[in-house]
């Protein structure tokens, strides 16, 4: 998800670092910042979004 004013991501409380792990840079834009979710997602032809599955740290 992109971070903007819209869309702000304040970060996990007082972990700062695993805040930043979270935090992609320079992705499509110099400047820019996405939040690495870790939620695969797909988007159909008519724009509709759809959850897939987890990845990375999760439990199975």
Request: charged fraction near 30%; avoid cysteine.
């Amino acid at each position: 998800m992109k971070i903007t004013k819209n869309t702000p991501f304040h970060g996990y409380a007082g972990d700062s670092q695993k805040t930043e792990k979270k935090i992609l840079r320079d992705v499509l834009a110099k400047g820019d910042a996405f939040f690495n979710s870790g939620d695969l997602l797909m988007m159909d032809n008519e724009k509709f979004i759809y959850f897939q599955d987890r990845v990375g740290d999760t439990f199975r």
